[in-house]
């Protein structure tokens, strides 16, 4: 019983720990942002690495989502002759849900796992001390330009996942459940709302702060050697999965109770 | 003058350094040898402001570094060069960017300026014609005078070593004690060196202090610790396996 309370304890005070580093992290990314120089150069890197290099990925499960999600829907629906709702069904699901979702758990575990594991063998081979030395602060040089980025592209990538879902939802419901192009158009944009892809978005942008702030902590208080870099990035992956799903889960909740 | 006073610092309740005391005289190259793991890294980061003491001063031109913020530490690294154990290269930079990295980034310096600077110091270190080259593509020997040729690139006055001799063989550790040398000679400025390396402590220094238990034990010359009485460092200058360090440590499993 008693090894058990020291357990629980130490979590909790690992817990307080973790919480207390990330939002230090947070408040001094958020001092360092208006602070010159821009780092033009960097940012516009960094915007390719996270952005232009996701996209293949995020094209291939946001189409797969909504050919499946369609495919599911009809499953269902045939039995009730409402196939022509199943444009809403994915229109609304992609937009609202499965797109900012699912675009940052895809840019979460490649983004968010490289950023871990670039800045952890910074911080192992002592390249962080370094830049230190050279009268550098890391989070301006380092976390800056990867945190604009991640909030400008998870947003972008996100809208291009809801038409590509939203298409794969039309190729099923088109060419395979022979609903028809016009029929199918009405129904994906007639329910759609600014507000179902304005909540996405929403959603999307703190997604970004979290898969930034996380993979950048664990990266910067990676010790330990190559070992340490790699449980840093399962731990990334890990917690950054988690709280994307928690604050979905939380911020689904606010926008059903408030719009 | 770096004095460094009642420095104190601990790592998970262990005390690497106890109480340190250590004045490091200017235009000296001041060479702090120990046993691996005893702290001396950790001291030498103490020096330049990477670690914050638990306890204590270290007053460089008569200012206290452990009170100062970070605009006040940024200007005062501006006079300082370290070179890491590793040469801790920027491996996305190429030779240029990273030799050239404090001009870029605080100096108003035209290109051709910086490209200019940065042969200069590849020049003082023995290296030419690689400056697009990648880290990665560089040997242990090259990197340590890359990161070397990065750390004069604005002129210090204070040159830190980290071990370094270690990870080169023995004909390049002494082609960069050499270099060490020569730099101070060349370019006068203060020199912080730590290693376990006997053979480069001695040719390197004009003083030499032993790190023991988080306490300086001893300073003097290099030929006055040659010459020690002291028990601990006679037994770590002389490598041997048996003394007062290793007292109640059995090394007889490993044979």
Not at chain 1, 153 to 160: D, E, I, Q
Request: some cysteine; charged content about 20%; aromatic content about 8%.
């Amino acid at each position: 019983m008693k090894k058990l309370v020291e357990a629980l304890g130490h979590r909790f005070v690992e817990f307080i720990r973790y919480a207390g580093g990330v939002s230090v992290l947070m408040s001094q990314t958020l001092f360092w942002i208006p602070m010159p120089p821009l780092r033009r150069k960097q940012l516009v890197e960094q915007m390719s690495k996270i952005g232009v290099d996701s996209l293949p990925i995020v094209t291939l499960i946001s189409l797969f989502t909504g050919m499946v999600l369609a495919l599911q829907s009809a499953y269902q629906m045939q039995r009730m002759s409402a196939e022509m709702y199943i444009a809403s069904l994915v229109s609304l699901s992609m937009t609202r849900e499965l797109g900012p979702v699912l675009t940052a758990l895809i840019v979460a575990g490649r983004v968010g796992a490289s950023i871990t594991a670039e800045l952890g063998t910074m911080k192992v081979t002592e390249q962080i001390d370094a830049l230190e030395t050279l009268a550098t602060n890391p989070i301006k040089y380092l976390v800056v330009p990867r945190f604009l980025a991640l909030i400008m592209m998870l947003p972008l990538l996100t809208v291009f996942a809801d038409v590509i879902g939203i298409l794969g939802g039309y190729l099923i419901g088109v060419y395979k459940l022979n609903i028809s192009h016009a029929m199918y158009m009405k129904n994906t944009w007639d329910p759609l709302k600014y507000k179902d892809v304005f909540t996405g978005l929403i959603k999307s942008f703190f997604f970004a702060i979290i898969t930034c702030i996380v993979a950048c902590y664990e990266g910067m208080t990676a010790d330990g050697g190559a070992e340490g870099v790699g449980q840093a990035t399962t731990s990334c992956v890990v917690n950054s999965f988690i709280l994307i799903i928690a604050s979905d889960c939380f911020f689904t909740a606010l926008f059903y109770f408030i719009t | 003058m770096i004095e460094i006073i009642n420095l104190c610092k601990s790592f998970n309740g262990h005390r690497v350094l106890d109480n340190l005391n250590l004045t490091i005289n200017t235009g000296e190259t001041t060479v702090i040898i120990g046993r691996s793991g005893c702290g001396k890294s950790v001291l030498l980061k103490h020096i330049i402001g990477l670690l914050k003491p638990d306890h204590g001063q270290i007053i460089v031109d008569g200012k206290d570094i452990t009170r100062m913020d970070e605009k006040e530490l940024h200007a005062m690294r501006m006079k300082f060069g370290m070179l890491f154990q590793g040469a801790a290269l920027f491996d996305s930079l190429n030779v240029l960017e990273n030799v050239g990295f404090a001009l870029i980034e605080h100096m108003n310096v035209k290109d051709d300026e910086i490209k200019k600077r940065v042969k200069e110091c590849l020049a003082l270190v023995g290296l030419k014609s690689i400056e697009d080259k990648k880290p990665s593509e560089l040997s242990g020997g090259m990197r340590k005078r890359v990161g070397l040729a990065r750390a004069i690139c604005l002129r210090p006055h204070v040159m830190l070593y980290d071990e370094p001799t270690t990870g080169v063989d023995p004909i390049m550790g002494d082609a960069i004690n050499d270099l060490i040398v020569e730099l101070h000679n060349k370019l006068k400025v203060t020199g912080i060196a730590v290693t376990h390396d006997m053979t480069s402590a001695y040719k390197i220094a004009d003083r030499m202090a032993m790190l023991y238990n988080g306490k300086i034990i001893t300073v003097g010359t290099p030929d006055e610790i040659r010459s020690a009485k002291n028990p601990i460092v006679k037994q770590f200058i002389t490598g041997a396996s048996k003394g007062p360090i290793t007292e109640g440590i059995d090394f007889e499993h490993l044979i």
